[in-house]
């Protein structure tokens, strides 16, 4: 299997499976002397790390990094960073059954279809663990981009609930499980979920993630625009089927007079009235806050019984047991961020190496 790894500059290239015995990556490119440690990234895994509450999955995973190699005497040496999280909590079982079975919305049948082989227990190398290993490379990534770079994202909705705007505050996203910048949204999201829980299905959601003190001028006009690697960064995060920049498909709707970001002068620099372009300007940072909003469909693994085929390609039934997201779009968020992250971190360093 190719196509693990991502990223020009920084390059990051992940390994293992849900039901492994850990799951790891390589990140390289890093610059030298960056002061870098455990510490540095674990509050990012933590954000992310399963059964934190009764939304997400009981699965139960510390996330533990370590840092096998790259760093010496609490400094990033130049050389490929290695990194690994042992799997504490598999539990291996409770995909006996569908061994030989494809779940409906699951890459089952497509992993089957491409390589006649595939590990079912918990989806293998397609499960959602494997992106424990983005957050982490994201932390790197933050390392790279400094302080003055601020990337932070929310849930904007949950099913056909969406948060009120004029009520949004970023703070509190840290005091609810959702991630929610709406507190007066977060009961009707929690009882949204716990009705979908009860009634053995799922629901999807929307993520926003905001990157404020980008500066002017990252990215590429032709191929190596940022806003498309952004978006193929995003859509590459498991159950992601739409993502936007900006005003995003709402730019439909408008007219040129609208949607166009005027300009002014303030302090002898450009400011910008509005930002309809999400940041980005012909695939370059226009110095504003960039802006990507995704979709993440509702979590293919429910107990409600759906039709299915097997592997011989008998007609049948199926019902996924064990632990799962009732909204995956939920842990999301910190992947979101690292994504984010690393896509800014891999074209700073482009833009030094080619405009010093």
């Given at each position: 299997?190719?196509?693990n790894?991502?990223?020009l500059l920084?390059?990051?290239?992940t390994?293992g499976?849900?039901h492994?015995?850990?799951?790891?990556?390589?990140?390289?490119g890093?610059?030298?002397?960056l002061?870098?440690s455990?510490?540095?990234?674990q509050p990012?895994?933590?954000?992310?790390r399963p059964?934190?509450?009764?939304f997400?999955t009981q699965?139960?995973?510390?996330?533990t990094?370590?840092?096998?190699?790259?760093?010496?005497?609490?400094?990033?040496?130049g050389?490929?960073?290695?990194?690994?999280?042992?799997?504490?909590?598999?539990?291996?079982?409770?995909?006996?059954?569908?061994?030989?079975?494809?779940?409906?919305?699951h890459?089952?049948?497509?992993?089957?279809?491409?390589?006649?082989?595939?590990d079912?227990r918990g989806?293998?190398?397609a499960?959602?663990?494997?992106?424990?290993?983005?957050?982490a490379?994201?932390a790197i990534?933050?390392?790279?981009?400094?302080?003055?770079?601020?990337?932070?994202?929310?849930v904007?909705?949950?099913?056909?609930i969406?948060?009120?705007?004029?009520?949004?505050?970023?703070?509190?996203?840290?005091?609810?499980?959702?991630f929610c910048?709406?507190?007066q949204?977060v009961?009707?999201w929690?009882?949204a979920?716990d009705a979908a829980?009860?009634?053995?299905t799922s629901?999807?959601?929307?993520?926003?993630?905001?990157?404020d003190?980008?500066?002017?001028g990252?990215g590429?006009p032709?191929y190596?625009?940022?806003?498309?690697?952004l978006?193929a960064?995003?859509v590459?995060?498991?159950?992601v089927k739409?993502?936007?920049?900006?005003?995003?498909?709402a730019?439909?709707?408008m007219?040129?007079?609208e949607?166009?970001d005027e300009?002014?002068?303030?302090?002898?620099?450009p400011r910008f009235?509005?930002?309809?372009?999400g940041?980005?300007?012909?695939?370059?940072t226009?110095?504003?806050?960039?802006v990507?909003?995704?979709?993440?469909?509702?979590?293919?693994?429910?107990?409600?019984?759906?039709?299915?085929i097997?592997?011989a390609?008998?007609?049948?039934v199926?019902s996924?047991?064990?632990?799962h997201?009732?909204?995956?779009?939920?842990?999301a968020?910190?992947?979101?961020?690292?994504?984010m992250?690393?896509?800014?971190?891999?074209?700073?360093l482009?833009?030094?190496?080619?405009c010093g």
């Amino acid at each position: 299997m190719a196509s693990n790894s991502f990223g020009l500059l920084f390059r990051v290239t992940t390994w293992g499976e849900s039901h492994g015995p850990a799951i790891g990556c390589v990140v390289d490119g890093v610059p030298p002397r960056l002061a870098l440690s455990e510490s540095d990234i674990q509050p990012a895994l933590d954000r992310r790390r399963p059964g934190t509450s009764r939304f997400v999955t009981q699965r139960r995973e510390s996330d533990t990094v370590r840092i096998l190699s790259g760093v010496f005497e609490g400094r990033t040496t130049g050389t490929p960073i290695a990194l690994v999280i042992e799997n504490e909590d598999a539990r291996s079982r409770d995909y006996g059954p569908i061994k030989e079975t494809y779940r409906p919305g699951h890459a089952d049948f497509t992993y089957d279809a491409k390589y006649g082989i595939r590990d079912y227990r918990g989806g293998g190398r397609a499960s959602a663990r494997e992106t424990a290993m983005r957050v982490a490379a994201g932390a790197i990534a933050q390392k790279i981009l400094g302080e003055g770079v601020t990337i932070r994202g929310a849930v904007v909705q949950v099913g056909e609930i969406r948060v009120d705007r004029a009520r949004w505050e970023w703070e509190e996203t840290a005091r609810n499980p959702f991630f929610c910048p709406d507190a007066q949204t977060v009961p009707h999201w929690e009882e949204a979920l716990d009705a979908a829980r009860k009634a053995g299905t799922s629901l999807g959601a929307i993520i926003e993630v905001e990157a404020d003190g980008v500066p002017a001028g990252l990215g590429s006009p032709v191929y190596g625009k940022i806003d498309a690697d952004l978006a193929a960064g995003m859509v590459g995060i498991n159950a992601v089927k739409g993502v936007e920049i900006g005003a995003g498909f709402a730019a439909a709707a408008m007219s040129g007079d609208e949607n166009g970001d005027e300009i002014r002068m303030e302090g002898g620099a450009p400011r910008f009235l509005t930002n309809n372009a999400g940041g980005v300007l012909g695939g370059i940072t226009t110095g504003q806050p960039v802006v990507v909003r995704f979709v993440v469909k509702p979590t293919s693994s429910i107990r409600t019984p759906r039709r299915t085929i097997t592997r011989a390609g008998a007609e049948t039934v199926v019902s996924t047991e064990g632990r799962h997201d009732p909204c995956v779009g939920i842990r999301a968020v910190p992947v979101g961020e690292a994504m984010m992250a690393c896509v800014l971190a891999d074209h700073l360093l482009r833009h030094r190496a080619q405009c010093g």
